[in-house]
């Protein structure tokens, strides 16, 4: 039996294309039905060539239905709806126990090595890294039942690890869907002030919608001095990165204020660097990483469920599978935030 499943084979060159039926490997396997997967603004580094890719299975954000699951599986079973964490964890070993199953003993990305832009997925350590829904989830709820996934989960960490609570005025840095998340979060973690920096009125709609109290568009040194304008000349207490880029990097280290906190999840590449006397003399928190999403899930699900929060907003373009393909292309030139993929 053969599915349906995007492959990047160079850069900017996403086919789709038939793939063989994921089987039951490892007796702590499960093997979903995808209902929805998306495309996210890190698999847009392969496609701008900035990150090697070579035939690469594509996909890392996903909610389905467990079709079969392995002999050891036990929090999961057939006909359950399911939303995964983009890292396989297994939820059990000290470092999961520790709170962050994203670099778990046993961790595995699920991007490249199992690929969910596709119609099923074989999804390793079951119990560690899949949580279940209440219920069959109305229509409605899928797309933010799939940002919970990784771009709600890794908003939230970043905020979180920002410290944005209340009283405290929190700055984004990143108008994508990942930096739009941060500021979800941010309110909903209590902070008084958000100041989305964003160049895109589109962008900057979502950003208010979301919480935001302020829009700076400026960036780099500028972007900085506007941030510490708004602050009374301090800085904010809480930063969130969510891009990965030096620019941004610098950008938010500028941005805080001596003592604060900076939350860092932009996905960064080879040749970022920080001078480290500017890093030193900031003394600023940093706190970041690949977002222990699975930490999240659990909370972040029951907001959804409840209606309490609609994350869901961030995708605005929605395509079958099969036109995998445009959706990278609008996200690459910026005409789409986030795409949702229909199964």
């Not at 789709?16 to 209902?35: F, G, M, N, S, W």
């Not at 670099?103 to 990305?109: A, E, G, L, T």
């Amino acid at each position: 039996m053969h599915m349906r499943a995007v492959i990047m084979e160079a850069p900017g060159q996403v086919v789709v294309t038939d793939r063989e039926d994921p089987r039951i490997a490892e007796p702590t396997d499960a093997v979903l039905r995808l209902i929805a997967t998306c495309i996210c603004g890190s698999d847009l580094w392969p496609y701008r060539g900035v990150e090697a890719v070579d035939h690469t299975l594509m996909g890392h954000e996903y909610v389905g239905v467990v079709e079969e699951v392995g002999s050891e599986v036990r929090t999961v079973k057939p006909g359950d709806f399911v939303v995964g964490s983009f890292v396989v964890s297994c939820g059990v070993c000290e470092i999961c126990r520790s709170g962050y199953p994203s670099k778990c003993v046993y961790f595995q990305f699920v991007h490249g090595t199992i690929g969910t832009q596709a119609e099923r997925a074989r999804i390793p350590q079951a119990d560690g890294t899949l949580v279940t829904t209440p219920g069959r989830p109305d229509a409605d709820l899928i797309p933010s039942l799939l940002a919970a996934s990784d771009v709600l989960g890794t908003g939230w960490f970043a905020a979180d690890a920002a410290e944005a609570r209340p009283g405290k005025t929190v700055a984004v840095v990143g108008d994508g869907a990942v930096g739009l998340m941060g500021v979800l979060a941010a309110k909903q973690l209590g902070a008084e002030r958000i100041i989305a920096m964003s160049r895109h009125p589109e962008r900057q709609q979502f950003a208010r919608e979301f919480g935001a109290t302020d829009i700076v568009e400026e960036r780099g040194p500028a972007g900085a001095a506007r941030i510490r304008e708004l602050t009374g000349g301090l800085g904010a207490h809480s930063v969130v990165e969510a891009v990965g880029t030096e620019e941004s990097l610098l950008q938010a280290i500028r941005s805080c204020r001596p003592g604060g906190h900076i939350g860092f999840v932009g996905v960064a590449h080879e040749g970022v660097k920080i001078p480290a006397d500017e890093l030193f003399f900031a003394e600023v928190h940093l706190h970041g990483g690949p977002a222990p999403v699975r930490r999240y899930l659990p909370d972040l699900l029951q907001l959804i469920w409840d209606r309490r929060i609609n994350p869901g907003k961030v995708f605005d373009l929605t395509l079958p599978l099969d036109e995998a393909a445009e959706g990278y292309r609008a996200m690459d030139e910026r005409t789409a935030t986030k795409v949702l993929l229909t199964i």
